[in-house]
T-cell receptor, first 114, second 116 residues
């Protein structure tokens, strides 16, 4: 069985400070892992994805995530938060190459203070 | 190039009624997946359609059904609505024909369904 656990339901940072959103996964197979962002009244947008090529994955808008198999983690980071980063972030797992469904975490709401 | 479009954007129904939600996939895509996102939760997979057939299904009752048309657009039908069906319903498209997987999903903005 596959699952993801997002360790924080809400993270608040100041503009210009680093962002860390934590995600642990569970998978019996080699997983594909994703981070999606959801702004209010907008669809889900793919930030980045891990599919085994490299453990450090760079995404859009300066975000990156590192796949750590030993820790079963896939934390999302950004060196400097911007006000426009305020949104809901979802960690997602799928069996690599599978046509099956995506399994979403419960989400982490990121707030950015001026 | 239009992305994934969903209609309507908002819908209010009463318990026991039936509802139909619509989705047009991104140009070039042939596969449509539907997700339910309850308030404060991550999206949950309902089912996926390819070649006008349901290929995979999540843990949802038979009250949830769907259809895919020859032009790849899709409908989600929910019968005998319950209060708990209130949620944002998301459609996502991809293409299996070209060998791409869920790693190339594009989501619509969703239909917000409220059941009173």
């Amino acid at each position: 069985a596959q699952s993801v656990t997002q360790l924080d339901s809400h993270v608040s940072v100041s503009e210009g400070t680093p962002v860390l959103l934590r995600c642990n996964y569970s998978s019996s197979y080699s997983p594909s892992l994703f981070w999606y962002v959801q702004h209010p009244n907008k669809g889900l947008q793919l930030l980045l994805k891990y599919t085994s090529a490299a453990t450090l994955v760079k995404g859009i808008n300066g975000f990156e995530a590192e796949f750590k198999k030993s820790e079963t983690s896939f934390h999302l980071t950004k060196p400097s938060a911007h006000m426009s980063d305020a949104a809901e972030y979802f960690c997602v797992v799928n069996i690599r190459g599978s046509q099956g469904n995506l399994i979403f975490g419960k989400g982490t709401k990121l707030s950015v203070k001026p | 190039d239009a992305g994934v479009t969903q209609s309507p954007t908002h819908l209010i129904k009463t318990r026991g009624q039936q509802v139909t939600l619509r989705c047009s996939p991104k140009s070039g895509h042939d596969t449509v997946s539907w997700y339910q996102q309850a308030l404060g939760q991550g999206p949950q997979f309902i089912f996926q359609y390819y070649e006008e057939e349901e290929r995979q299904r999540g843990n949802f009752p038979d009250r949830f059904s769907g259809h895919q048309f020859p032009n790849y657009s899709s409908e989600l039908n929910v019968n005998a609505l319950l209060l708990g069906d209130s949620a944002l319903y998301l459609c996502a498209s991809s293409t299996l024909r070209r060998g791409l997987t869920n790693e190339k999903l594009f989501f619509g903005s969703g239909t917000q369904l409220s059941v009173l």
